[in-house]
């Protein structure tokens, strides 16, 4: 097991990483996070060593513990200032931050350097794509993250900018490949789907998307009202434009 392979190598620290993210997948987080924080303190001048407890507290997803994740990152800094999984952990904190400017900075120098890390690109894709009149740019960041290594969710990214571009053909396509991958489908990505679909000349699968979107809103679901109405219009216009 895990625990007993730990017992025999205290000392590496992939072994101790996966022993604290299998203690968070069985809901014991803070045991985890312990193990993650006394290994620390025993290898305290090992940059990788607070670099993991940095990144377990961000996998949680609670943004509470993003200023302690943080803490985690600066400390494995000032031992290495070009320790690379805590310049990746700096970036995605600011961006959680909403830095979003110090997100981008911190990305640039990064990528300078080390320009094939898909998920950098990916993750200033996401700061672009969220910042006034740099959908283009945006665009660019999530493209160059396909090309790298193409995921799911960059699929669903660049699927979002290209909808908001207008190259709704383009958007559908790689909507499409991101529910491939059976992701949790959301409200917003309902939307998005009908918004696609009745543009490329499908209301049927328009209506159907919409329709899911509705049923999810209706449970307290969070979406894009402006696209919900839009699509609404829309809908409404082919609706009557049949009649007629």
């Known amino acids: 097991t ?7 190598r205290p000392d590496d620290p992939a072994v101790t990483q996966l022993y604290a993210r299998a203690l968070a997948a069985a809901g014991r987080t803070d045991e985890g ?6 290994f620390a303190d025993t290898h305290a001048s090992d940059p990788d060593a607070w670099s993991m407890v940095g990144q377990f507290l961000l996998a949680q997803g609670d943004p509470e513990d993003v200023p302690q994740a943080l803490g985690m990152f600066r400390r494995a800094l000032a031992l290495s200032p070009e320790h690379q999984p805590a310049l990746r952990g700096m970036i995605d904190v600011q961006y959680r931050l909403g830095n979003t400017g110090a997100a981008l900075v911190l990305a640039e120098r990064y990528l300078e350097k080390r320009p ?44 979002f900018i290209l909808l908001d571009l207008g190259a709704h053909a383009e958007a559908l396509s790689d909507l499409r490949r991101y529910l491939e991958a059976r992701p ?15 543009a490329t000349g499908d209301p049927i699968m328009a209506q159907q998307y919409f329709d899911s979107a509705q049923r999810k ?11 919900m109405r839009k699509v609404e219009e829309a809908l409404l216009e082919q609706a009557q434009s049949d009649v007629g």
């Open 2 to 8: 895990l625990e007993a392979e730990r017992a025999e």
């Open 33 to 38: 996070l312990d193990v993650l924080e006394r």
């Open 116 to 159: 094939e890390d898909g998920p950098i690109h990916y993750l200033s894709a996401l700061v672009l794509a969220n910042t006034p009149g740099r959908t283009d740019e945006a665009l660019a960041s999530v493209t160059r993250a396909i090309d790298v290594a193409p995921r799911p969710e960059y699929y669903s990214l660049r699927g």
């Open 184 to 198: 949790p489908v959301t409200a917003d990505l309902d939307a998005a789907m009908a918004e696609a679909y009745l």
């Open 217 to 227: 809103i209706a449970t307290g679901e969070i979406v894009d009202m402006r696209r």
